[in-house]
């Protein structure tokens, strides 16, 4: 297989910015992290983590959702899937943040600079750890890339670099805000919660319709690879594209009572994960996640309510989160 042909520029390494048929290469690597054999492994850290969580919390009156559970629980996963120390979590909670604010475009100067920066800590921190891991035997996605770097016929250094970077990145920022809004929308709607109580079995549809309902990634952009002719208008080749996921998840034309949050909804399919070549790859570990934190909360919480009446959600354009979501809880 030939080398990669990306231009040098850090960011246009990216997995995220690229076409075939560099994306097919790049994605195949990726792909590598997340085998069926692997998610299975990561089952019993999902798990162990969730049932402490949780069973801190219900020792607890009053918690915050985002803070004590959804974010402590999207990173220990990722830190465990790359086989990084648990005592960095802090460390990468903030470089996560920071890195993300890149995607907005509403992001203050300042911000930016500050998610560069983070960007270039991110990657002189993996290159390091790609290099050290280079004869590792180890299956972790740190090391697994690692290898083919070393091999460099599938994937550079700094490509691996960058993809365990979107990787972390998005593993943590989308999974904390899908734990998020999900619970949210259940405190909400507590007709709903008793029923995915009452029928546990349910829960990887009610995960999906989160997922439609508030999904954690609003907004997506494209360029026009040709021309198209949308509902009487041209966008013409080169033209960049928002595209509203959040909205299509809300579309009438598609969804009987779309702004009703039903976990017994049946239908078409959400947009919250993209569609074709660029589909999140780890949708699964996020579903994962997802379905064992709320199957072990309304396991073991016999009450979950609203500890304020307006929960303050973050400054964002791409990515729909909470700032903070107080509940009060009770075993």
């Known amino acids: 297989m030939a080398r990669s042909v990306l231009p040098p520029a850090p960011d246009d390494y990216s997995i995220l910015l690229v076409d075939p048929p560099e994306h097919r290469r790049l994605r195949r690597c990726?792909?590598?992290?997340?085998?069926?054999?692997?998610?299975?492994?990561?089952?019993?850290?999902?798990?162990?983590?969730?049932?402490?969580?949780?069973?801190?919390?219900?020792?607890?009156?009053?918690?915050?959702?985002?803070?004590?559970?959804?974010?402590?629980?999207?990173?220990?996963?990722?830190?465990?899937?790359?086989?990084?120390?648990e005592n960095e979590r802090h460390r990468w909670q903030v470089w996560s943040q920071k890195r993300a604010r890149l995607l907005e475009m509403i992001a203050t100067?300042?911000?930016?600079?500050?998610?560069?920066?983070?960007?270039?800590?991110?990657?002189?921190?993996?290159?390091?750890?790609?290099?050290?891991?280079?004869?590792?035997?180890e299956d972790d996605a740190v090391s697994t890339l690692a290898r083919l770097a070393a091999a460099g016929d599938e994937i550079s250094l700094p490509e691996a670099s960058d993809m365990l970077s979107v990787l972390m990145i998005a593993g943590n920022e989308t999974t904390t805000h899908l734990i998020g809004n999900g619970m949210l929308a259940l405190v909400r709607n507590p007709k709903q919660m008793q029923c995915l109580r009452e029928e546990p079995e349910r829960v990887r549809a009610a995960v999906e319709e989160m997922l439609r309902f508030d999904s954690p990634v609003q907004t997506d952009f494209r360029i026009a690879k040709a021309d198209v002719l949308l509902r009487g208008r041209?966008?013409?080749?080169?033209?960049?594209?928002v595209l509203l996921a959040g909205s299509a998840n809300r579309d009438g034309a598609a969804f009987e009572n779309p702004d009703t949050f039903d976990i017994t909804r049946a239908g078409p399919r959400h947009a919250s994960f993209g569609h074709g070549g660029h589909q999140c790859i780890g949708a699964e570990l996020a579903r994962m996640e997802a379905c064992t934190i709320f199957t072990e909360a309304l396991r073991t919480l016999g009450t979950?309510?609203?500890?304020?009446?307006?929960?303050?959600?973050?400054?964002?354009?791409?990515?729909r989160g909470l700032a903070a979501l107080p509940l009060t809880v009770a075993a």
Do not use: C
Request: glycine share 4%; aromatic share 4%.
């Open 30 to 85: 990726a792909a590598r992290a997340f085998t069926r054999e692997r998610l299975r492994s990561l089952n019993e850290t999902i798990a162990r983590n969730a049932a402490a969580l949780i069973e801190r919390a219900a020792g607890r009156r009053t918690i915050d959702w985002i803070a004590e559970v959804a974010e402590p629980l999207a990173m220990r996963v990722m830190l465990a899937m790359m086989s990084l120390p």
């Open 109 to 137: 100067r300042r911000e930016r600079q500050l998610a560069h920066v983070a960007g270039s800590e991110i990657r002189r921190y993996f290159t390091a750890l790609l290099r050290q891991r280079a004869q590792s035997e």
């Open 234 to 241: 041209t966008i013409k080749t080169g033209d960049g594209v």
């Open 304 to 319: 979950i309510q609203l500890a304020v009446s307006a929960p303050r959600y973050r400054t964002s354009t791409v990515i």
